[in-house]
């Protein structure tokens, strides 16, 4: 990563100079006076004072040096909200939840959801072939910090708040605070490169850790036995393998990662208390 350098200009005009500038700096400038004067009669002669005044080369090289460096103080884009749901097959309350999610998988650019089918319903009757050991210990971790323990519907929401998965309004109006006080602290792309993905994620402020998920776009799945037997359920966004990959430190960071079990991808950043502060899907799936 090669550091950005800005030249300064020079052979800039002597002080009472004659400047001579094309109309679109002189359209910034009028527009620079508009803000920064509240008068309309005070705007025209701030106007005027900035194109004729000895002053107007000063603070015309103060415009530029802030224009100069506003691309080197970018901050990060917006991402969609992660939403997490926590369900089984073998748990006759979670269909309800899980046709919520497949209606935001289809619906909605703005949120990614994603179906963790956990591991604790599986003695019951029905073991669930999507079942992860992996989205049991997330779970857990979530109820800890919840104080709320594991259930099954359940929907995280930006890793910071945990709902029943089929109470829509809670959910949707959770989705629409997470995207009022959403923090990105880096933007993150996912790209296929061959037999890889390639993880780019940006500079930005504070650490988090790096996890790459892997998923399937749809299951259907008659079920045999316990609580749901003799039902077809149709499921989204089926997670299918999930690992940390990486420390993000502010820093920009590449990451190279063999294709994971599952036909698309997700990575998303979790901060040290869980939330998630950048998130990101495999570029045109």
Excluded at 171 to 176: D, L, P, W
Excluded at 215 to 220: G, L, M, V, Y
């Amino acid at each position: 990563m090669t550091e950005s350098r800005y030249k300064p200009a020079t052979g800039s005009p002597a002080c009472g100079a004659a400047i001579v500038l094309p109309w679109p700096i002189r359209l910034q400038i009028f527009v620079l006076a508009q803000i920064v004067t509240r008068h309309p009669a005070e705007r025209n002669r701030t106007s005027t004072l900035i194109l004729e005044s000895r002053y107007g080369t000063a603070y015309f090289g103060f415009v530029g040096l802030v224009l100069c460096f506003m691309p080197a103080i970018a901050l990060a884009g917006e991402r969609p909200v992660v939403v997490e749901l926590f369900t089984s097959q073998g748990c006759s309350s979670c269909p309800p939840a899980n046709a919520f999610l497949n209606e935001i998988s289809r619906g909605r650019s703005d949120v990614l959801p994603l179906a963790f089918h956990v591991t604790y319903w599986d003695r019951l009757g029905w073991k669930d072939p999507f079942s992860l050991e992996a989205a049991t210990v997330r779970q857990d971790y979530y109820g800890h910090r919840f104080g709320d323990g594991s259930y099954t519907p359940e929907m995280v929401v930006d890793g910071m708040v945990g709902l029943v998965g089929s109470h829509r309004d809670e959910v949707n109006a959770a989705i629409e605070r997470a995207k009022r006080g959403q923090h990105t602290a880096a933007d993150v792309s996912v790209d296929k490169a061959g037999e890889n993905v390639s993880i780019r994620i940006g500079s930005g402020v504070g650490r988090g850790r790096v996890v790459f998920i892997g998923f399937d776009h749809e299951h259907t799945t008659k079920i045999g036995r316990g609580e749901n037997g003799g039902r077809t359920l149709a499921e989204s966004n089926v997670v299918r393998s999930i690992r940390a990959v990486g420390e993000w430190s502010g820093k920009p960071l590449e990451i190279s990662e063999r294709f994971p079990e599952g036909q698309d991808v997700v990575v998303v950043i979790e901060s040290a208390d869980g939330g998630i502060i950048g998130a990101a899907r495999l570029s045109g799936r």
